[in-house]
């Protein structure tokens, strides 16, 4: 599907004292705010005053929801295929930029098969889609509810952040990174205990 038939379907709705709002063809992406504009080939939205984005992804069983006074939204075009069905174009989320006081929530399937969540504050933050990886500035914090690894939730704290959202980092890759310059960075942390064998 190429990115120019998105014109014809943007769903712009603008009444006096509501939000304008976006929603993607495939309902994979919405975006609502005071203002909306959007670029000429229609794959840029800079969203301003109260702006709130929502994208889900049914093929990755994910979904990430941000709120912040001004988000530039990039997207683009793949094709989601699920075993035994055809291809279907859908909406991807190539990357978004917050600024002002910024709440991404991250929901995805843990290694358990239960879902897990992030929630993460900042005064500012940026999102690429295609390494799926989140930077976090300006008094971060960040609560992960994952079940399967901490016995309560894990909080962190610093003046910078960088969190693999990816559904599986692998042994080797990093989910949270956090740092403070001056001052330091804390972690709370209760490991689940592993069950004896």
Avoid: C, W
């Avoid at 075009?77 to 035994?84: F, L, Q, T």
């Amino acid at each position: 599907m190429r990115l120019a038939v998105l014109v014809s379907a943007v769903i712009l709705l603008v009444t006096p004292g509501l939000a304008a709002t976006y929603k993607s063809p495939d309902g994979a992406l919405s975006v609502s705010a005071r203002t909306i504009d959007v670029n000429a080939k229609a794959d840029t939205f800079i969203a301003s005053g109260k702006a709130h984005v929502s994208f889900k992804d049914p093929v990755a069983k994910t979904s990430l929801v941000a709120d912040a006074e001004k988000i530039t939204v990039v997207i683009g075009s793949i094709k989601n295929a699920k075993p035994g069905k055809s291809a279907v174009a859908g909406t991807s989320l190539k990357s978004a930029t917050l600024a002002g006081p910024v709440t991404m929530v991250y929901t995805f399937t843990n290694s358990a098969g239960g879902v897990s969540r992030i929630t993460a504050t900042a005064d500012n933050a940026d999102y690429d889609g295609e390494t799926d990886i989140a930077h976090l500035t300006g008094h971060v914090k960040i609560v992960n509810d994952d079940p399967s690894l901490f016995a309560e939730p894990a909080v962190m704290t610093g003046d910078k952040a960088t969190v693999n959202l990816a559904p599986n980092p692998g042994p080797e890759g990093f989910r949270f990174r956090v740092e403070s310059s001056p001052g330091m960075s804390t972690i709370t942390v209760t490991p689940k205990p592993k069950e004896a064998q």
